[in-house]
């Protein structure tokens, strides 16, 4: 794995926006089965890890549990992620109907619309934990970064959101894993620094945030250091 010290000290930098303490450090591998009493991000590593073993199919819920989900939703994580049909969190975290908050968008780029679902998820269910995840071969992250011209405004609007968080030395451009890690760290910075709410419910220990890069070729799951405190798994 590359070094990924430069991803972390940007992070911090920008985060300071936000008036939070950070301290990424690195990524990490997914690890084993968690215990019962597991925290979000445990469940979610645990849940990769037997994605990446085939140790199991699609999580279906039994008739009884689905009865019992129409009296309303209780996910334990929320994760904003690319469109790309590659990387369906569900199934890249070995979670069922109910357990995941899921918002997509063409390279995880967040609108207000994002940001509102996002303070739905943090507010009005006080779910703990908010995963933003790239991936590997990111189409829109490769074309924003090649210059490739967008066939639309909206398309356009979404380059110059990834453009924005683009490494600035030469060499650092030349590498697409790089630039998804650079993307992802300035979709928690605007999510952040767009959203008092989100931004006071990190501060206030409700809610971590964390970044993920997802691997395509091998279904692994890398994650950042978490940003907030540890006691944002109360609610759950
Ligand atoms: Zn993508």
């Not at 939070?20 to 597991?38: G, I, N, Q, V």
């Not at 469109?83 to 069922?96: I, Y």
């Not at 639309?152 to 998804?180: W, Y």
């Amino acid at each position: 794995m590359q070094n990924l010290r430069r991803w972390t000290v940007r992070t911090a930098r920008a985060l300071v926006l936000a008036g939070m303490c950070l301290t990424l450090a690195s990524f990490s591998p997914a690890a084993a089965a968690p215990e019962p009493t597991a925290s979000p991000l445990a469940r979610l590593r645990a849940g990769n890890e037997r994605f990446v073993r085939g140790a199991e199919g699609a999580v279906l819920p039994a008739p009884e549990t689905r009865r019992a989900m129409s009296d309303g939703e209780h996910p334990y994580a929320m994760v904003l992620s690319c469109t790309d049909s590659r990387v369906p969190p569900e199934l890249v975290f070995g979670a069922g109907v109910g357990d995941l908050y899921v918002v997509r968008t063409l390279g995880q780029v967040p609108d207000r619309a994002v940001l509102a679902s996002l303070e739905h998820g943090a507010g009005a269910l006080h779910v703990p934990l908010l995963v933003v995840m790239g991936h590997e071969s990111c189409a829109v992250v490769k074309a924003a970064h090649d210059g490739t011209h967008a066939s639309s405004a909206h398309i356009e609007h979404v380059h110059k959101a990834i453009r924005a968080g683009s490494s600035h030395t030469a060499a650092e451009q030349q590498d697409l894993r790089a630039a998804i890690l650079g993307n992802v760290e300035q979709v928690i910075n605007d999510v952040l620094s767009g959203s008092p709410a989100l931004r006071a419910a990190v501060t206030g220990g409700h809610l971590q945030v964390v970044g993920a890069y997802y691997e395509v070729g091998t279904g692994t799951v890398v994650f950042s250091e978490p940003v907030g405190a540890a006691t944002a798994t109360a609610h759950k």
